[in-house]
């Protein structure tokens, strides 16, 4: 039996972004000069990239604490890693002492003040963007990248940032010898439900779906609209093993869910292949990652559906 220690901890809920039509665009350039109002920090990497952070005038600690004003489950960071403070007009962002460092536009810092643009890096994997704005500015800031990174109907990660995603985590493990697993899951006969249903109903099945697969997994995980009525869920540090074991609540879970529309209530399966980084031999790129979990779905198809398959590491 695995070790329950190797086990992704209980899901936290990932935020879901209200989306809005955007009216008008915004020149990033112009900020710089104006809106010294307010700092902000956007995180531009993990599950709530685009969530943004107000600075105020009392000190801000950044790290995997629980007592930090921002808290990371991020094991690349020490437990207060990093605090800003405001001093006269200008925030201040110093390192706490940290293992693995702090930096500001990828050079290392002890301390620095942030200028708008800025882009900080906490350990191997918090990223973030310093901003200085008004509070209008900063409205629309959230509203364009979260229309950017997000897809329109399920509020998940559209299939450019997985891209973006997927070869950070790629790089950083093959960098660091750790572990990247791959789930891609695929609803079994959604046509069917368009069909029978209507169109509407199949929108109202994949947000449900997106929905309850975001709440079977951590913070740091990434979870992607691929394509149509696909998804990929990206987890980093757990064995092979213990992300077969997520796969298989999830599909448990799907297909326990009941969807009500319309006075009816739809029910739904879905079929899910699982690969690691050390299934893909020496070709460890997100290509082939991707593309052994496309294989392992399709046997999970051809094998009956509502079933989890898993690349085995040769």
Known sequence: MDDPR??????????????TNLTRPIDLASLSSGGKDRGLLMEMSGADAGHVHMLRDDVVTIGRGDDCVIAFADTTLSRVHARIT???????????????GTYVNNAKIQRHVLAHGDRLRLGAGVRMLFQRVTSEEEDVLVQLYEASVRDGLTGMFNRRHLSDRLAQEVAYAVRHDTGVCVLLLDIDFFKKVNDTHGHLAGDEVLRRLAGLVGEQIRREDLLARYGGEEFVLVIREVPLASAGLLAERIRAAVERMEVPYEGKILRMTVSIGVASLASCGADRTPTHLLALADQALYRAKETGRNRVEIVEVS
Request: aromatic share 6%; net charge negative; with cysteine.
């Open 86 to 100: 405001f001093e006269g007009d200008d925030w201040v962002v110093a390192d706490c002492g940290s293992l693995n």
């Open 6 to 19: 190797d086990l992704p901890p209980e899901p936290v809920p990932t935020r879901q972004p209200t989306l």
